[in-house]
């Protein structure tokens, strides 16, 4: 099956900062997903993106599908942007999740 | 509703004993996901149903688990002879059908945390 490895695994930031986080895929992918999933335990979507570039807010994100990776940017970070931040790669059904990214932003 | 919704929101039992979780769709959607996180790791994939039959089950971890969605909206989790190694949360999803486009973006309810003791 399909690997994912997503780094950092742990970030603490402050707020106002701005963030890379990265994800490298094992196979070629229909289907990648951001979520984050807050300290409530919500996954919350932020880009379906199996490629090309999106942005919303002050999150964007890139997918380079032939090089199989996937970018989440975060500017200006928030307090509220805390949690662990998934990249989700997959098929038409499953989705395939690694332990993702811890973030805490500290005011 | 507006987004998938799960219930219960929490459900503790003993050991042996029978669960039932329940999930709600996001109205339209015809794929549901059932998918369970165990504490410090990302969900694993449990089951996906398109409309009323299951079309992949292998994420199901023994025969004690079985889903069911007989309309093709609501769906039920059931777990007999629960262990205490159940113990985790349970996640539903739902999506829009898995057609020729490819487009198959899951969005997630609050999940049913399940203490088995």
């Known amino acids: 099956g399909i690997q994912v490895e997503q780094s950092p695994p742990d970030l603490i930031l402050q707020e106002g900062a701005n963030s890379t986080l990265r994800c490298n895929f094992s196979?070629?992918?229909?289907?990648l997903q951001w979520f984050h999933q807050n300290p409530w335990g919500q996954l919350i979507n932020l880009f379906y993106i199996p490629s090309g570039t999106k942005q919303n807010g002050r999150l964007s994100a890139t997918t380079v599908a032939t090089e199989r990776y996937s970018l989440l940017y975060i500017s200006s970070s928030q307090t509220t942007d805390s949690g662990v931040y998934f990249c989700v790669p997959g098929g038409y059904n499953k989705l395939i999740f690694g332990a993702g990214t811890r973030l805490a932003v500290h005011p | 509703g507006a987004g998938v919704s799960q219930t219960p929101s929490n459900k503790v039992t003993e050991k042996g004993k029978y669960v039932e979780l329940r999930c709600d769709p996001i109205s339209g959607h015809t794929a549901l996901y059932w998918y369970r996180q165990s504490l410090g790791q990302g969900p694993e994939f449990l089951i996906y149903f398109q409309g009323t039959g299951a079309a992949d089950d292998s994420g199901l971890p023994n025969d004690r688990f079985f889903a069911v969605r007989p309309e093709g909206s609501v769906s039920t989790l059931k777990i007999q002879r629960t262990e205490r190694g159940d113990s985790a949360v349970y996640l539903c999803?739902?999506?829009?059908?898995?057609?020729?486009?490819?487009?198959?973006?899951?969005?997630f309810g609050p999940g049913t945390r399940l203490t088995v003791l």
């Open positions: 196979d070629s992918v229909n289907n």
């Open positions: 999803a739902s999506s829009l059908t898995v057609g020729a486009t490819g487009y198959n973006e899951q969005f």
